[in-house]
Each structure stands twice: as structure tokens, then as C-alpha cells.
């Protein structure tokens, strides 16, 4: 199974609005709707941000939404703020039974 | 509140076998509805999804991964375990153990994470 594609980097102002897209295939992202969003700052465990696309769990912003369209998923930050400056990963469920990361976008708040 | 905390050694020799055990606390995995995870991360780079298990013991593996993976659970001690052979620089990364909100996937839970160095 090959990595789900994000762009290695975003930046965006502080309340500016920023989009991170995640590709993949028909195999993954293309026919499910089990896609997760995840931030890590330096030296943390990763933070589930959203799940199953667009759902939040309970003590995310909702600064933060998930959508998809076609075998492309994008997690968008609203009003940017300076502790939104982070790594991002998104990750699929696979038609093997198996879960695929994306390789990461660096989130820099300008 | 659900704690997961990775075990194991930190350095392990190229060719030799790498073993983590994941405790669990402030839940118990027999309870069932949740598929346990492993996932690496390589220094630098970004996260792996290693491979899963329930606490039956049915497991799923990464593709990659499978011809050298062996992932198991103890409900009696409430931990689950994973075991890599044949290690190679390539293998050193951080290891994580997570459980997912529900099913699989969507980890919410994780661990500190563990990092292990293969290097003789």
C-alpha cells in the first residue's frame, strides 16, 4: 500500500483560513469514509483532530472540519491561531483491512 | 482515564528480534469494540501504521511489515504485545501503542511512545 500524498508544507496568517488536501485511490480514501486527521507538535504523541471525515471528538474546535470528494480528503483550519502550528497527517482505511498515513504537512503560522 | 504506556528495549542489534509490550490502564481489553494499535515513526519522518488487534486475537498487519510482524494480546494482563524480526536500521523509529475511539482507526488514545534504535 503506497502513502496517502499531502503537500509538505501550508502557512497561513494568524485568522486567515488554511487547507491541507490528502490523495489517495479508489482503494482508500476513494470508497471510504474513514478518514482521520492528526496533529503532532515536536516530541508529542500525534492528537486526533477529525475522524470518520468530518467529526470532531469532543474538546476539538470547531475551527477545524474535515471534508472529501473523490479520492481527495482536505482538513481545513479556520481563524488560524499560533498553536494550530504543527505537523498534520491523514489517514484512510484500505480495502485491505489495513489503515494508510498521508506523509505529513508542516503547518507554519506566519 | 484510559492510560497506554509502550515497554521494551531501546536498542536492539541489526538481524535480532524487537519486542514491545503495550500496558493498559483505566480500561480493560477484553471489553471488546476496539481494535488495538501499533504505529512508528522514524526520526524525522512521518507515521507508519504498523498494525492492529482485537482482544481475541485476531490481528491485521501492514502489507510491508507482515513476513516479519507478529502482534498478540494477554487480557489477563491486560497488554498487547508486538514482535519484529529480523530488524534493520530502517526499523529504528518511535513506536506507539493507541486504541481508536471505537472500531478501528481514529486512534484518540496513545501512548507516550517508546523509542527504539537498532544499531550494533
Known amino acids: 500500500q503506497s502513502a496517502l500524498t499531502q503537500p509538505p508544507s501550508v502557512s497561513g496568517s494568524p485568522g486567515q483560513s488554511v487547507t491541507i488536501s490528502c490523495t489517495g485511490t479508489?482503494?482508500?480514501?476513494?470508497?471510504?469514509?474513514?478518514v482521520s486527521w492528526y496533529q503532532q507538535s515536536p516530541g508529542t504523541a500525534p492528537k486526533l483532530m477529525i475522524y470518520?471525515?468530518?467529526n470532531r471528538p469532543s474538546g476539538v474546535p470547531d475551527r477545524f472540519s474535515g471534508s472529501k470528494s473523490g479520492n481527495t480528503a482536505s482538513l481545513t483550519i479556520s481563524g488560524l491561531q499560533a498553536e494550530d502550528e504543527a505537523d498534520y497527517y491523514c489517514?484512510?482505511?484500505?480495502?485491505?483491512?489495513?489503515?494508510?498515513f498521508g506523509g505529513g504537512t508542516k503547518l507554519t503560522v506566519l | 482515564q484510559l492510560q497506554l504506556q509502550e515497554s521494551g528495549p531501546g536498542l536492539v542489534k541489526p538481524s535480532e528480534t524487537l519486542s514491545l509490550t503495550c500496558a493498559v490502564s483505566g480500561g480493560s481489553i477484553s471489553s471488546g469494540g476496539y481494535y488495538w494499535g501499533w504505529i512508528r515513526q522514524p526520526p524525522g519522518k512521518g507515521l507508519e501504521w504498523i498494525g492492529s488487534?482485537?482482544?481475541?486475537?485476531?490481528?491485521f498487519y501492514n502489507p510491508s511489515l507482515k513476513s516479519r510482524l507478529t502482534i498478540s494480546v494477554d487480557t489477563s494482563k491486560n497488554q498487547f504485545s508486538l514482535t519484529l524480526n529480523s530488524v534493520t536500521a530502517a526499523d529504528t523509529a518511535v513506536y506507539y501503542c493507541a486504541r481508536p475511539l471505537g472500531g478501528g482507526g481514529k486512534y484518540h488514545y496513545w501512548g507516550q511512545g517508546i523509542l527504539v534504535t537498532v544499531s550494533s
Open positions: 488487534i482485537y482482544y481475541t486475537g485476531r490481528a
Open positions: 479508489s482503494s482508500d480514501i476513494g470508497t471510504y469514509n474513514r
Open positions: 470518520e471525515v468530518s
Open positions: 489517514c484512510s482505511y484500505t480495502n485491505i483491512d489495513t489503515w494508510v
